[in-house]
């Protein structure tokens, strides 16, 4: 960024801040510095410096730069060192992004690190986080990662059983689970209840907003440090570091309070899905496709999505067995011959093994009031080995078969005789 000292450099500007601006762009959309890079240098762009073409460092040093805020940091060399003196000017530069665009993009790319930095595999999230419950206790399901060998990989398991309070120890393989629900989700009719398409863009706003708020006030916490650092130096006055302090903090209350109201508006936005059932289904349809980073910001949005379309999933990893076990403790418990109970114990476990009782199941309410239970084979995550879609009126399909479970009651018309 230079002085407009003739039309010409204005020109320059001009087409500078565009390329800046395209920068920043990319990154919010989670493009990697790398990427970007490649990107500037196919469509020929010439880079602002003397040098050869575009690099990582240089665009590292765009996007963090404050100048494109319009800010001036003045700088002076203490102790050899190249250091920042004094505050920031704002509105010293004509700003190139606005400090929304700055702080989103700032986020996405912390978000960017910590998925390159974070272990392997970390694409496999755990897409029912806050969704998934057990069925036998109501507690949080989690999912356990086993390591290698033939038992291994991921299970989600009841968080009371990995503690050891008494819940299920019985887990159900994390991918098999996936499939098995991403297959039935995809075939939800949501339609009915839920609208339009068109609070989703509203939607990505607020999150993005929220990002980029989130983002300032870390930046500000920082800076609040940093003046709190500088009282104890006695060369800066202490008038000086009270007028600071006093700014960043009002500026802090501003930014949280925004912040505070941002969430209350968005549980507001979420109580009411806008999600169309076709939405839904070409996320579940595009997720198996993608791989590495794409993948994974995939994954964060479906499984965002499916925590506002899933109001309840209640995952039995062993069917019945909890509630068999329960019975066969209490025929022990009964002063009954111990060769008569142990054969009713097996009729029992026999015929639950043959009726598939204890075989994995999972029950799904969606907003709207659709409820679907599927029973999974043991064998094959993707084969039901029954199925019910229960409607919000009563109505149900089971196996294929339409029943009425129960009457909603119509209300009578008014006047009617
Ligand atoms: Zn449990």
Redesign the pocket.
Known sequence: LTLRDDRKSFELLQERADVVRRIFRLSTDGVGTYSIVKTLNRDGILPFGRSNGWNESYIEKIVKNRAVLGEYQPHAMIDGKRRPVGDPVQGYYPPVVTEDEFYAAQAARRARATYKGGRKGVELKNLFTHIAT?A??G?PMRMVDKGSGPKGGRYLK?S??IKGMG??TKGWRYDDFERSFLYLAREVDLGAVMNAEADDSAARQREERLSALIEKSTSLQLQRERFAELSADPAVGIEFIRSKLAAVGSELVKTNLETESLRAEMDAAESKPALATEDLRQLIEQHGRLAGVEAYDHRVRLAARLRSVVTKMAISTEGDGPRLRQTLAMLEQEDSDPAFADSVRRHIEDVSAKMQRLNPAFLVTFAGGVSRQATVSADDPMEYVSEAVLQPDGSARVNGESYVLFNVRKPKPPGGQ
Do not use: H, I
Request: net charge neutral.
């Open positions: 057990c036998y206790c507690g009841c009371a059983g819940c299920t």
